[in-house]
Structures are given as C-alpha cells and as structure tokens.
C-alpha cells in the first residue's frame, strides 16, 4: 500500500523569542469510495445485491446515531469501537463541573487491532505538486487521443 504525502512549514517562536521554521510530513487525500461504490464492491464480495448492502448501511448508521445518542459505546468486531468524547472548561473546584457545563466534542474510533496492523504495511511516496501537475498534463492528452 502506498500513502502520499507532501510537507506544510509551521513558524513558532522558542522560549527565548527566537523565531523557528519546522517543516511536518502531512498526509495527501487519497482516492474517495463513495456510498455507491463501497456498496458495488461489498456486493461482488458476498450473496447481496447493491440494494441490499446499501439498505444494511443505512440502517447501520442510524442505529449508531441512535446508541451514540444514548451514550453507549459501540464495538464492531474486525472494525473499531465508536464512542462520544466529552469536555468542558477548566474549573478549580471539582464541584463546579455540572451536567450543563459538560458538551459532547467529537465522535472516538479506535480501530480493532487487525485494524491497526494496516499502518504496519504502509509505504509512503512523496507528492510533488510540479510532477502532479505535469502528469495530470500527460494524462488528459491521453485521454483526448483515445
């Protein structure tokens, strides 16, 4: 498998003032698989037509909405575990922390360990925005020719 990546450059100032550039990896999007899509491909994998996996989904995704909404936690064998974070502001007493001060941040996955193996197998490939663009050249003049 192969992941790209390209860098971003981040200024920040040390604790003695001075001014420093460090430049991150940061991840290229890859391909997307739509709805449509992960439906055709789960169907030419098992006995169920696209409608069929298109209608399990569906309902997939509303009964986690449902069982998130009500604070559970949901575990998906060979997949992850979806659950609700929650936060609120600092405050110096512990008492001060009310069910009105707390909010709901964001949705937690954590991949099963099978999962998590495919980080294992990556290898990364540099995204050269020159060379994307030149290819992308190349690629539509192919195409005009075909």
Same mark, same amino acid.
């Given at each position: 498998?192969?992941?790209?990546?390209?860098?971003?450059?981040?200024?920040?100032?040390?604790?003695?003032?001075?001014?420093?550039?460090?430049?991150?990896?940061?991840?290229?999007?890859?391909?997307?698989?739509?709805?449509?899509?992960?439906?055709?491909?789960?169907?030419?994998?098992?006995?169920?037509?696209?409608?069929? =996996?298109?209608?399990? %989904?569906?309902? %997939?995704?509303?009964?986690?909405?449902?069982? %998130?909404?009500?604070?559970?936690?949901?575990?998906?064998?060979?997949?992850?575990?979806? &659950? =609700?974070? =929650?936060?609120?502001?600092?405050? &110096?007493?512990?008492?001060?922390?009310?069910?009105?001060?707390?909010?709901?941040?964001?949705?937690?996955?954590?991949?099963?360990?099978?999962?998590?193996?495919? %980080?294992?197998?990556?290898?990364? =490939?540099?995204?050269?925005?020159?060379?994307?663009?030149?290819?992308?050249?190349? &690629?539509?003049?192919?195409?005009?020719?075909?």
């Amino acid at each position: 498998m192969s992941k790209y990546y390209s860098t971003w450059k981040k200024k920040f100032k040390t604790k003695t003032g001075e001014e420093k550039v460090l430049y991150y990896a940061c991840s290229k999007k890859g391909n997307i698989v739509d709805f449509k899509r992960l439906t055709e491909i789960i169907s030419n994998q098992s006995t169920l037509s696209a409608a069929d =996996v298109g209608a399990c %989904l569906i309902a %997939l995704a509303e009964n986690m909405k449902f069982m %998130l909404d009500m604070g559970d936690t949901i575990r998906l064998d060979n997949i992850g575990t979806f &659950s =609700v974070a =929650v936060s609120s502001k600092g405050f &110096s007493d512990p008492k001060d922390i009310t069910a009105d001060k707390v909010k709901a941040t964001k949705i937690v996955f954590k991949p099963d360990r099978d999962l998590r193996k495919v %980080l294992n197998n990556f290898h990364f =490939v540099s995204y050269d925005k020159k060379m994307a663009k030149y290819k992308g050249a190349i &690629s539509t003049k192919t195409k005009k020719k075909e």
